[in-house]
């Protein structure tokens, strides 16, 4: 294969409203890499992950993000899209008279301009449907409306694997999610992990890792982050908690 | 909320042009006797209609202005014509039309459907129709769609007998008006048992420039019958102003079904004053259909008279107001007899600075036992700059009604929009989805087709106003 593509995070800051919540992150991240991301709570993973895919209202104040050398800075998150990123939500959206199923269909049809007939294309997605144990009644219903908390989730897992994007930030997907339903989406995004695909895996756990082994765990901490490692330092902040690795000077992935 | 301050806009450019027309008759500018009378000359018609309109004239003269609704202070009745004839007659084949107004209808692709959908096809040209047909297999079951003129001369017994009985120009000043001035529209006739399963369409064309259109519509729908009628408007865009003022009588008999669609697009510089009204007698259903999406004012809240027992009613409605408009619409279902039921559904959009109003009644009469009844309506506010109220009306006077009341206002968030931008979806086509999400249930009333041409009218032009 051609050479794994290459995100490349340097030197982040960004802001939201006058307030700073991203103060020199770096990373680099390959196809075929997964990454998990742990961190407390509001130290900046959600909004790391928004700053990636473009949100508006996340201001870009200082440093890069580019993909193969180019910077996606100046691109809206449906251009974006487009290159291959893909953003799997903490609180995914509700879109009321949307049906799940049409939407599929536009996302697959807009991003991937994939030509597979109607018939062929549901008949897939309900063999996802099934792998996620969700029934095809799904597809008629709004997106995402009165979907509990780990519907939702194996929803944006869905959505991953119709998309197929080069690069998946999953944030907080095993959250909300009982002892099968997190087993099941460990194994899709077992099954979509391989050389066309790097992951960020955002996570306050370390069950999710057990099944999806990362090749490198990041500390981030007051939006950068301040530590990298193999999985084992995922064990270790499950054992001693984040304060211990306060105050630590940032350490560069590679 | 989006508030990097996108403005949509409807691109009307599909509809906004204009034909050179050679009119056969035009009257004078401005209201009087001498027009109402000429209008009645022209047509032929009997004395008793030619004394109607002179009596609605005088109603219309009379009543002050409704000082409610939209600001209807900058109407100008002295500068409108009230009566444009573009054709001898109304013509059953469209080749044997004046090839600009031929070309017009075919730009609005109205041939092309009619071969495709309808089961017959009616069209208005300004102040006259110009073209009607019926299939072949529904004129023999004895169903009659025609045009209201010719309908006066080929039925008159059926037009007299109903004509204006539900909205007689004493109503309002805008029924008065059409009633005195009234010319064109449809006649629709569904004998007892005829179940008519393909839609009738009427389309409305203003083409002239400072004109009043006031076409008159009579449904019958005998027992047990069935009809789906149709209507869509448009006009080209003017600097001055234009004025539709319909009114619309529908009665469904004993167990009829008579459902009733407008997809309403007129340009930004028409005042469209509506006035629908229907009557559902004994286990009938009416069903108005209603969606106003162009125009620079409506007014406009089709009405339901349960009168028989164990008659059903349905609106649904949806309503956008962009740039410079105002739709203030809604409904009225008026319960009149024992074990009726209604729904009201309303939706409406409000954007770039448009306003929405629901005005709605719902009264269920005393000894109306049993009635159920519910109203909802949705509003959503695309930006800062746009407005919506809500003006709902209650008037219960037996205790043995069961009804409901819900309403919202909804804002469509950065999130949202950011969430399907997030799935590569461009922004415009976030947003259209959004709102076509927030309308499913209007949308599901119309028939595929339909839905079709809606999401292409409503696939929203996105242009940043920062940039
Ligand atoms: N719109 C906003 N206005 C002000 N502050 C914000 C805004 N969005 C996020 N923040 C703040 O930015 C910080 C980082 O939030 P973020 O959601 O990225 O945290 P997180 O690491 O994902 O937390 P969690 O583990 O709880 O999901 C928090 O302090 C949060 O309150
Ligand atoms: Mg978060």
């Known amino acids: 294969m051609s050479m794994p593509s290459l995100l490349k995070i340097t030197d982040l800051h960004a802001k939201v409203g006058d307030k700073e919540i991203l103060s020199g992150l770096n990373l680099e991240v390959r196809q075929g890499e997964v990454h998990a991301i742990m961190g407390p709570n509001g130290s900046g993973k959600t909004s790391l992950s928004y700053v990636l895919m473009g949100h508006p209202r996340y201001v870009v104040t200082k440093g890069d993000i580019q993909i193969d050398g180019q910077s996606i800075l100046t691109l809206k998150a ?51 449907l099934a792998s996620l144990e969700l029934s095809d009644d799904f597809l008629s219903r709004s997106l995402n409306e009165g979907f509990s908390g780990g519907e939702k989730k194996r929803i944006e897992i869905l959505q991953l694997l119709t998309v197929k994007p080069k690069f998946a930030v999953l944030d907080e997907t095993d959250s909300g999610l009982d002892v099968d339903a997190l087993r099941l989406v460990s194994n899709a995004v077992s099954t979509v992990r391989g050389p066309d695909m790097g992951i960020i895996l955002i996570t306050h756990y370390q069950r999710i890792l057990k099944y999806v082994r990362p090749d490198f765990v990041h500390i981030l901490v007051d939006g950068k982050i301040i530590l990298s490692a193999g999985p084992e330092l995922a064990d270790e902040v499950e054992a001693k908690g984040y304060e211990a690795f306060k105050g630590t000077a940032p350490v560069s992935t590679q | ?18 034909a050179d027309t050679k009119y056969l008759y035009v009257a004078n500018k401005g209201l009087n006797r001498q027009v109402v009378e000429e209008i009645s000359r022209i047509k032929n018609e009997p004395q008793w209609m030619r004394d109607f309109r002179l009596r609605a004239l005088e109603v219309f003269l009379k009543k002050p202005m409704p000082d409610w609704g939209g600001d209807l202070s900058k109407i100008d009745f002295d500068s409108l014509t009230y009566y444009l004839k573009p054709t001898d007659k109304s013509k059953r084949d469209w080749s044997e039309l004046p090839p600009e107004i031929k070309n017009t209808f075919e730009r609005l692709g109205i041939p092309e459907a009619e071969r495709k959908y309808f089961g017959g096809v009616g069209a208005q040209y300004d102040s006259e129709s110009v073209y009607h047909s019926v299939k072949e297999d529904l004129a023999k079951k004895g169903v009659i769609f025609t045009d209201m003129d010719t309908a006066l001369k080929e039925h008159e017994d059926i037009v007299r007998k109903y004509f204006a009985t539900l909205v007689p120009p004493e109503d309002n000043k805008f029924a008065a008006l059409n009633s005195a001035v009234w010319s064109g529209g449809s006649f629709v006739y569904v004998p007892e048992g005829v179940e008519v399963d393909v839609p009738l369409q009427a389309y409305f064309r203003i083409n002239a420039q400072s004109m009043g259109q006031f076409e008159r519509t009579l449904i019958i729908v005998e027992k047990g019958a069935k009809v789906h009628y149709m209507e869509g408007c448009t006009a080209p865009v003017y600097t001055t102003d234009s004025l539709h003022a319909a009114v619309v009588e529908m009665i469904a008999k004993e167990g009829a079904h008579a459902k009733y669609t407008t997809i309403q697009n007129w340009s930004g510089d028409v005042y469209n004053l509506v006035t629908k009204r229907a009557y559902a007698y004994a286990n009938a259903t009416v069903e108005w259909v209603d969606a106003n999406i162009g125009s620079k004012l409506t007014m406009k809240y089709p009405s339901i008279y349960l009168v028989g027992p164990g008659a059903r009613g349905e609106l649904i409605s949806v309503a956008f107001a962009g740039k410079g408009q105002h739709q203030d619409a809604g409904g009225k279902v008026i319960h009149l007899a024992p074990n009726t039921t209604s729904k009201v559904t309303s939706k409406s959009i409000s954007m770039n600075g448009g306003r929405t109003t629901y005005r709605g009644l719902l009264r269920v009469a005393k000894g109306a036992s049993n009635v159920k009844a ?39 968030s950065e999130d949202q929009v950011f969430y399907l931008m997030s799935r590569g979806i461009p922004e415009s086509k976030a947003l259209t989805m959004i709102v076509m999400g927030f309308i499913e249930d209007f949308a599901r009333a119309l028939p595929l087709e339909f839905v079709v041409e809606l999401n292409k009218i409503i696939n929203m032009e996105m242009t940043n106003a920062v940039g």
């Open chain 1, 78 to 128: 449906d251009q974006r899209a487009k290159l291959g990123l893909f953003l799997g939500f903490q609180y995914p959206l509700e879109v009321p008279g949307l049906r799940l199923g049409s939407f599929l269909r536009t996302v697959a049809t807009e991003v991937k301009q994939d030509k597979t007939p109607v018939g062929q294309f549901y008949a897939g997605v309900k063999k996802q």
């Open chain 2, 374 to 412: 519910s109203v909802r309506c949705d509003a959503l506010l695309i930006d800062d700059k746009s407005k919506t109220d809500t003006y709902p009306y209650n008037e219960i006077y037996d205790s043995t009604a069961t009804t409901s009341h819900e309403a919202s206002v909804g804002k469509i």
């Open chain 2, 1 to 18: 909320m989006v508030d990097s301050t996108p403005t949509l806009e409807f691109d009307y450019s599909k509809y906004d042009f204009k």
